[in-house]
């Protein structure tokens, strides 16, 4: 592993990424950290500039994880493994890089004068509410911090851990802007089990979706990836657009399956031992480079956006500061239908 090319003094320069002689390697025996190895690191930077040439919608991310037990074989992340020297492969799923001192690492920096105030995305690299997260609990500390600060962020996820930090993230809510944002690109469950085999299943996450639309906080859905063949008959993306707006999400915002390298070699190879019959179909989609043509982007959004008229799930818009309502007594009924919320 190539630590000694990421570690150092302070003031070793820029390329040090975490601290001399502070990675710890973890092992667990519970059921579910078995197979997988934790290398806890004390980052030496946590606020993280995008790159100008990136397609992202947002200028600064946290990450407090590297690697991602969730084991999506699309996953476009695994070729930042590549840069410890580790497996893209079966070791992004099960090498997972801990950066546990974040939430201070987090404050400090939120508090310097050069530090603006800008959004803060999290959840768009891996995940910050897989697994090792039940563990390791630095989210609450994450969002502590923006909540000090009243910095307005965004969240990404696949996991429903996220609702253990629903009183934390109706606080913030009440100071800045926050998004919520679930991840739920279909709800086929055979294809489920095979291409995100370490994620809460598609009905878990629109639970999600529910429990945190009632509790006030606006959260759309992220329909991602639609997977070209195998997730995007017209039947598939009815189905998902429905179960969609009965979960009270704001939004719906498809994006088609992307394959940058790292990841394209992994699901390739993943495809062809589930799907021989589709490799050809997938090299000639696929000849252009990372994304599917344009022609099918635009056929695949303006079929979920006309279903998303259908279903009555209103148009995104930009949120704000806001007193947030009490949320509901068990015992009172939940909103019949779809309600007009905000994306991200």
Known sequence: MRWENLTGEPGSGPAALFGAGSVVTRTFDTPEFRGITFHE?????????????????????????????????????????????????????????????????????????????????????VDCYQRAEGRYR???????????????????????????????????????????CVSVGFTDTDLWRTVEPGTPSPAARLAAVRALTDAGLECGVLMAPVIPFLGDSPEQLRAT?????????????????????????????????????????????????SYAPTWYQRRITRQVHELAAEFGIGPARRGRPRALPEPERPAAPAPAGPTQLTLM
Request: hydrophobic letters at 45%.
């Open 241 to 289: 657009v429905r179960a969609v707006a009965a979960s009270g999400a704001a939004s719906v915002t498809p994006l088609v399956l992307h394959l940058r390298p790292g990841a394209r070699e992994w699901f390739t190879a993943w495809l062809g031992r589930h799907h021989p019959h589709l490799v050809e179909r997938y090299e000639r989609m696929y000849a252009g480079g």
């Open 138 to 180: 630095l989210m609450p500390g994450i969002i502590g911090a923006l909540r000090e600060r009243a910095n307005p962020f965004s969240i990404l996820t696949k996991g429903t851990l996220i609702l253990r930090d629903l009183p934390l993230l109706r606080q913030a809510a009440g100071v800045t802007e926050v998004g919520v």
């Open 41 to 125: 690191v004390r980052a030496r930077s946590i606020v993280n500039r995008v790159p100008g040439a990136s397609r992202m919608p947002f200028e600064w991310t946290v990450n407090p994880y590297r690697g991602c037990s969730h084991a999506c074989v699309y996953c476009f992340a695994r070729k930042t493994h590549g840069y410890l020297d580790l497996d893209t492969g079966i070791g992004f799923d099960s090498q997972i890089v801990v950066k546990v001192n974040a939430p201070e690492l987090l404050r400090r920096e939120l508090a310097a004068p050069r530090w603006g105030g800008a959004h803060i995305a999290m959840g768009t690299n």
